[in-house]
Every structure is written in C-alpha cells, then in structure tokens.
C-alpha cells in the first residue's frame, strides 16, 4: 500500500491527520486544526506537505491553514465547492463525486451536509481511506448544526455503503462519551459492550482509538442502526422510519 497515514493530537481532542505517497512523496494534511502540531508531525516525518484537503468551514479544521501555507507556499488547497464563501482562498473547490489526487493516490468526494452545509469526505477507494471530518466519529456522529438531522442520515447512510473494510479516520476523539451514550440506546448489543470496555482502556493510557472501520461501525454505532430492532425499541418507536429514530438518536445525545 503505497499510502501512509499519520494521526496526533491538535487543540484539545481534534485529529491532525496525513497521509503520505510513498510512491511520489506528496503528503496531504486533512484540515488544518493549529498549525504547531502539524508543522511538527511532518518535520518529524521527513515530509513535504503538497496538499491541504479540507472537509468544512469550522476554526478547529481550518485554523492553521494559513500559518501552515506561508511554511509551504506551494501547497495545494482543496476545499468544498458547496461552502466556497467560508472557505475563501483555495486552490480548488470540489463537489460530490469530483477526483482529487495526491502525489498517485485518487480520491473521490463525497458531500455529506447536515454537520455544515457545505460538508465534503474524501474517499479512497484503493487505498480503502476514508478522511470522514465531523460528519461521522467512532460509535457517533457530528451534530446537525446547519441542515436537519434527517439531511445528515441521508449523508451517514451514504458512507454506511462504504466497503466494510473501509479505515476511517475522523476528526474529533469523542470515542468514550460516544460509547457511553450508545451503551444507553443499544444495552444489549454485546460487540458494543466489549468496544467500549477496550475504548475505556485505550483512553486510560492515553491512546488514541481511531481510525475505525466501516464494518465496526455498522455493529457498534447507534447512528449506523437507526433500523436495527432493539435500538428502535429502546426509544418506543418500533416500525418508525430510520431518518426519524436517526433524529431522535441526535436529539438525545446532545442533551448529554
Ligand atoms: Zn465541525
Ligand atoms: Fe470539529
């Protein structure tokens, strides 16, 4: 496999993560949260980063952009064609199912609204990548700040069509409250007893527990069950439609 990726830490519990060609030695950095660890990450690598693919608007993704490109004045920033006016100054705006590539290595986009409006992935499929933003995290989802939550099940139901082997990487480490919550409206689902159980030790020595994988996902996250029986009858809504349990799901989770 000619792709390497690396993830650190960035701000309080954001995901720098890059992904270098070892064919062509292009290095993509996926968003920018600050600039420090990102700059430190490739120089402890070696890399010279080519591209900055961003997947949306907030601070905590684009944050380090520009201390970054002054580093690197040749790289080349790729940005959601959908939110062009809140991501000003890219090289390149890209919509659903337009090709990026980086160094040999093709991806695709994949729009995703609902977390933001303009919300885009990168998928590759060679490389069974994908750099999923805050759209989708280990055993949850972004919240739908900006279109319903029913917008961003289309978007999740989308990436659930993913091959299983599929590696996702994500932008936040909010594995164990996301567990916690799941555990409350999955109770009896034993994959997800004992993902929990392993995520409680990962964060207690301080490990990361990303990327995850489509196939772990679908087993374990309650955003990824909207349809599954048992969590529909933990919330009283037997027979209801995916895109309104999916909702009701959101709603709980935000009030904690
Ligand atoms: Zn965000
Ligand atoms: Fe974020």
């Excluded at 996301?178 to 009896?188: K, Q, T, W």
Aim: with cysteine; charged share 25%; glycine share 8%.
């Amino acid at each position: 496999m000619a792709a390497i990726v690396h993830q650190f830490m960035c701000l309080d519990d954001n995901f720098g993560v890059l992904m270098h060609d070892s064919a062509t030695g292009a290095t993509a950095s996926i968003d920018v949260p600050e600039a420090g660890p990102v700059l430190n990450a490739l120089s402890e690598k070696g890399w010279t980063l080519t591209h900055i693919l961003v997947t949306h608007h907030h601070k905590d993704h684009i944050g380090g952009v520009d201390e970054v490109r002054t580093r690197f004045p040749d790289v080349t920033i790729i940005a959601p064609a959908p939110d062009k006016a809140r991501v000003p100054g890219a090289d390149v705006y890209l919509a659903e199912g337009e090709e990026v590539a980086v160094g040999s290595l093709r991806g695709k986009v994949i729009e995703t609204p609902g977390h933001t409006s303009g919300h885009i992935v990168y998928h590759f499929a060679k490389e069974k990548l994908l750099f999923a933003g805050d759209t989708l995290f280990a055993m949850g989802c972004g919240r739908a700040f900006e279109r319903p939550a029913q917008v961003l099940h289309d978007s999740v139901m989308k990436l659930a069509a993913l091959p299983d082997d599929t590696e996702i990487y994500c932008g936040h480490e909010y594995t164990l409250s996301n567990g916690r919550f799941a555990l409350r409206v999955d109770p009896e689902n034993e994959a997800l007893k004992l993902r929990v159980a392993q995520v409680e030790k990962l964060r207690a020595a301080g490990e990361a527990t990303l990327p995850t994988t489509i196939a772990l996902e679908k087993k374990t996250n309650p955003f990824f069950r909207a349809n599954d029986p048992s969590v529909q009858q933990t919330l009283g809504m037997t027979g209801a439609a995916p895109a309104d349990v999916f909702a009701e799901l959101r709603e709980r989770k935000n009030k904690g």
